[in-house]
């Protein structure tokens, strides 16, 4: 039989789930928007409230009592949420590889807006690790200490990478530009010559 | 271009802020985990994050592609299709795992109706993989098996069966029901390669194998 200590543990770990969910959930639903296809958001947040659930004695932050401080408790939920949609992602990937031989279908890629096609662009041409560094800079605005704590990374070596990434994406921007400048110079000059 | 400017355009490219998904329930996904999990015992909550397999029974995103069903004799038919992964056993997925990487294969008929025969130890024995497994959850169009007795090829103990989810109605497996599986070399499961089986079904089958 359980007993009054471990009962009062017991209530107090939910109360801490439920305090850190309260803070948590909908920030970690925008990070999976912004990574997977609707379809999957729901199940890799389910999962990575169950893992959270799991490890709330791992959590950094979290006091009995209280409501956490989101900056202290995203960046380690966001590492959570990280690792449950690559397993999603390793799992769907089998799953569609199975299927598309056998259907010869493909799951559409996540939608993209058309009014940003060059920058979506820009951050697709970077490496998996550039890109999870920036978005989680810009979309998440984690500091570098945060995105360190988010991906495993050190703090310099976050800066580094995320220095480095910026200025991939300002010259891709850049490039892309001066291409579409190009092709309109072309446009006019063909439309004048005829 | 200045950080601040790069950081506009990011902003205004994030896909959150043009995204249509619903807010997520918070009390429902609370209420989920808790209760997938009650006890957080510390070998369950030592998951590794990256490489678990681990699944909750939460979400209802996928979860329609398979309805629920304890048929006296479940017999499945149709198109299945199978993407096996396997751990070592306690959960956890480790780099020592035999990627059995199952692939698929034509199956069956086009709609599934085909019913099986109740499975015989005669029929499945030629096949490379065949397995006398629980199954442990169902999560959308992944089941997990824990193996109880491997009668061909083997090794590991947890098996994740992928549905073909362009065929959802042709296979109903429940937690907790024992089945044998036979799979392809390449990994596809045949048409009536997934039965239900009775204690009495597996004995047959435990005799012949000796198992």
């Given at each position: 039989m359980e007993s009054i200590t471990e009962q009062e543990a017991r209530r107090l770990r939910r109360a801490r789930f439920e305090g850190l969910a309260q803070v948590v959930t909908e920030p970690l639903h925008r990070y999976l928007v912004r990574r997977t296809a609707p379809d999957m958001v729901e199940d890799v947040l389910s999962e990575t409230m169950l893992v959270l659930w799991r490890r709330i004695d791992h959590v950094p932050g979290l006091r009995n009592g209280s409501l956490p401080d989101r900056d202290e408790v995203l960046p380690w939920c966001y590492g959570v949420a990280r690792g449950c949609l690559a397993n999603a992602r390793r799992a769907d990937g089998r799953r569609l590889r199975l299927v598309e031989r056998l259907m010869?279908?493909?799951?559409?890629?996540v939608p993209v807006d058309a009014d940003h096609g060059d920058l979506h662009a820009a951050l697709a041409a970077l490496g998996e690790l550039d890109r999870e560094v920036i978005r989680?800079?810009?979309?998440?605005?984690?500091?570098?200490?945060?995105?360190?704590?988010?991906?495993?990374?050190?703090?310099?070596?976050?800066?580094?990478?995320?220095?480095?990434?910026?200025?991939?994406?300002?010259?891709?921007?850049?490039?892309?530009?001066?291409?579409?400048?190009?092709?309109?110079?072309?446009?006019?000059?063909?439309?004048?010559?005829? | 271009m200045n950080d601040n400017e790069l950081l506009t355009l990011l902003r205004d490219a994030d896909p959150a802020l043009t995204s249509r998904a619903p807010l997520p329930d918070t009390n429902r996904l609370v209420e989920a985990a808790m209760k997938t999990d009650s006890v957080a015992t510390p070998e369950n909550t030592e998951i590794d994050t990256t490489n678990s397999t681990a699944k909750i029974t939460a979400g209802k995103g996928r979860r329609r592609l398979l309805g629920l069903a304890a048929a006296a004799a479940l017999l499945l038919g149709g198109g299945v299709t199978a993407g096996i992964t396997a751990n070592s056993g306690n959960g956890h997925t480790t780099e020592a795992v035999k990627e059995l990487s199952l692939s698929a294969a034509a199956t069956g008929n086009d709609k599934g109706s085909e019913k099986c025969q109740a499975p015989v130890p005669d029929q499945l024995a030629g096949y490379p993989t065949l397995f006398y497994g629980t199954v442990t959850s169902v999560k959308g169009p992944l089941i997990t098996f824990h193996v109880d007795h491997w009668l061909r090829g083997g090794g590991t103990r947890t098996i994740l069966v992928s549905n073909d989810p362009d065929f959802p109605e042709n296979l109903t497996f429940t937690v907790g029901q024992h089945y044998i599986v036979a799979a392809e070399r390449d990994g596809s499961i045949p048409s009536c390669g997934a039965n239900w089986v009775s204690d009495k079904e597996w004995r047959q089958f435990s005799d012949a194998f000796g198992k």
């Open positions: 010869s279908v493909q799951q559409p890629p989680l800079w810009a979309w998440e605005e984690l500091a570098p200490r945060q995105i360190a704590e988010a991906t495993g990374m050190t703090a310099n070596a976050v800066s580094m990478r995320l220095h480095r990434a910026k200025k991939k994406i300002a010259e891709q921007l850049r490039s892309a530009r001066k291409n579409a400048e190009l092709a309109g110079h072309k446009m006019s000059e063909g439309r004048s010559g005829q | -």
